[in-house]
């Protein structure tokens, strides 16, 4: 085993706990049993890993195991780096025909065709996903295999997820997911997050959604503490008001785990306190961000307890209507005072 | 304006009845248990509620208020503002012994104190006690219920002594002392 794939096999397993290596090589499939049985997981990381590179030249595995590994360890965890989303745009007819093995040999053969040295790995996961593994070289130098880009799609949904893309090879795989899709473009979906089970909760709708309606409201946790019958509440009613109208605005807990979301502003200032920055030609750039560690929740809880009135303002409830955290509000018409509008970018 | 004023309807027999006033509405939760749970000898009935004036709607089934409390975080710019328009809503009749003021947080950080000046100078201007209580530990909630309880004994009239709610205000109503004033 050469000097790289030793280094991958290192950078994996010092970055899981002790106990869950065991699961992983297992998972993986390539030591065997009585290898598993000897290794001791409660030594030191160092020891481990040497052990299991001894395995590894035994069983005279090479590059190719190793990144099998790497994969296997991200699809377990997922929920690491900056996923991106991107949507798929202008479905052709026989976009719904397309089967997995036709999508795999028409992305693997665009990218071979365009690059001549690069290592594409495709793995089916039991939840539909089609996890992507890509390692890009160029006409001249090999893959590089510590900074690989990972692609998530699930077949038939116009939703792709990328991590650690550089700038670079994005037109090579805008264009090879374009052609095996099946589809007219791809754009960027202004979604950016850690955890990629969010994002995909959020875009392929599998949080708890709540839609309006005129009659029945949503339970809420807290009954409980109020069901004494000498207590009684002045506000209940608008209390469940709050909580039908912050849950139509941002889902039912648990909601998506986003962690920011940017609105970059370039309007013009209507304060009236300060007389240098408004009635001017040009726009007053800014940037708002929310931070949070889960967005939604906190959102929400602002509008249940009443803290921010309501109704909500469309600008916060398009971030999951709409499946995006970025966003860029412009004036409708120069020099008229009008409503903000948020317009795509 | 719809005032809410103390002696419009029938008491009940042996039963109290307080409001508890928060904008926050953490507290009064935690002290609406502790009261119904404390082992007493008349039945007490606890309204919640963010801000004055009460919903219209509830007027013909609340019962007769007999102690309204406003919780104030002193934590939160927002909680004292919002006690001092719940104010305006009270008739003057209910400043007769039957309003009492509860802050919590009195001892953290800087700002608190200055709050705090200021809800002492608001219950004094109304002649009304301040109860400082401590809403972290069940202990303290405990604690802040059985002083309430004592009051709201008084208020409802059913102290055996014939201590009315009014003897009792005078007696406990928050005075400023001229050191604060100088502030």
């Not at chain 1, 007819?93 to 065709?113: I, N, R």
């Not at chain 2, 609406?32 to 709607?57: C, H, I, T």
């Not at chain 2, 109304?126 to 709201?152: F, K, M, S, W, Y």
Request: glycine letters at 4%; aromatic letters at 6%.
């Amino acid at each position: 085993m050469d000097a790289l794939a030793t280094s991958i096999l290192n950078r994996i397993i010092r970055r899981i706990p002790n106990k869950n290596i065991e699961s992983l090589l297992k998972k993986w499939n390539c030591l065997s049993a009585d290898q598993l049985r000897a290794l001791d997981y409660t030594r030191p990381k160092w020891m481990i890993v040497e052990h299991i590179v001894s395995f590894c030249e035994e069983n005279r595995l090479n590059l190719k195991h190793i990144t099998t590994l790497e994969m296997i360890y991200h699809i377990e965890n997922p929920n690491q780096g900056t996923w991106h989303a991107c949507q798929l745009a202008e479905a052709q007819d026989d976009a719904v025909c397309v089967e997995l093995t036709q999508f795999k040999e028409q992305f693997k053969a665009h990218l071979h065709g365009v690059i001549r040295h690069i290592s594409i790995k495709m793995k089916k996961h039991e939840d539909e996903a089609i996890w992507i593994r890509i390692a890009w070289g160029d006409n001249f130098s090999k893959p590089n295999h510590l900074k690989p880009t990972y692609v998530v799609h699930h077949l038939h949904t116009s939703y792709v997820f990328i991590s650690n893309l550089m700038v670079k090879h994005k037109i090579f795989l805008c264009q090879a997911l374009v052609i095996a899709t099946k589809h007219g473009y791809i754009k960027d979906g202004h979604l950016s997050t850690r955890s990629l089970t969010a994002m995909r909760d959020l875009l392929l709708r599998h949080y708890q959604q709540v839609f309006p309606n005129e009659h029945s409201r949503i339970p809420q946790e807290r009954n409980t503490l109020s069901s004494h019958p000498c207590i009684g509440k002045e506000h209940g009613d608008h209390e469940e008001m709050r909580h039908q109208m912050s849950c139509e605005a941002f889902g039912h807990s648990p909601s998506p785990k986003l962690e920011t979301a940017v609105y970059r502003l370039e309007t013009r200032y209507r304060g009236n306190g300060n007389n240098t920055l408004s009635d001017r030609e040009e726009f007053f750039r800014g940037v708002v961000r929310f931070s949070s560690s889960s967005l939604l929740d906190s959102l929400r809880h602002c509008v249940a307890s009443g803290m921010a009135e309501g109704p909500v303002t469309p600008l916060l409830s398009a971030i999951i209507q709409r499946g995006r955290n970025y966003f860029v509000i412009t004036d409708k018409s120069p020099g008229v005072s009008s409503q903000a509008s948020a317009q795509r970018a | 304006m719809a005032l809410l004023t103390p002696f419009s309807k029938v008491p009940e027999l042996n039963t109290a009845t307080v409001l508890l006033v928060e904008n926050e509405e953490e507290l009064q939760s935690k002290l609406a248990n502790a009261l119904v749970q404390y082992k007493k000898d008349f039945n007490v009935n606890v309204r919640l509620a963010r801000k004055l004036p009460l919903p219209v709607e509830n007027k013909e089934t609340r019962p007769r208020i007999d102690l309204i409390v406003f919780v104030v975080n002193l934590l939160s710019e927002r909680s004292l503002q919002s006690v001092e328009s719940s104010l305006a809503h009270l008739h003057s009749d209910c400043f007769l012994g039957k309003v009492c003021f509860l802050v919590t947080d009195a001892r953290c950080g800087s700002h608190t104190q200055e709050r705090l000046v200021s809800v002492r100078k608001l219950a004094a201007s109304h002649q009304c006690p301040v109860l400082c209580a401590e809403h972290r530990t069940v202990d303290g909630v405990n604690a802040a219920a059985v002083r309430l309880l004592n009051i709201l004994k008084v208020s409802a009239g059913m102290s055996p002594i014939a201590t009315t709610a009014l003897y009792l205000s005078s007696l406990t109503r928050c005075s400023v002392t001229s050191d604060l004033e100088e502030d």
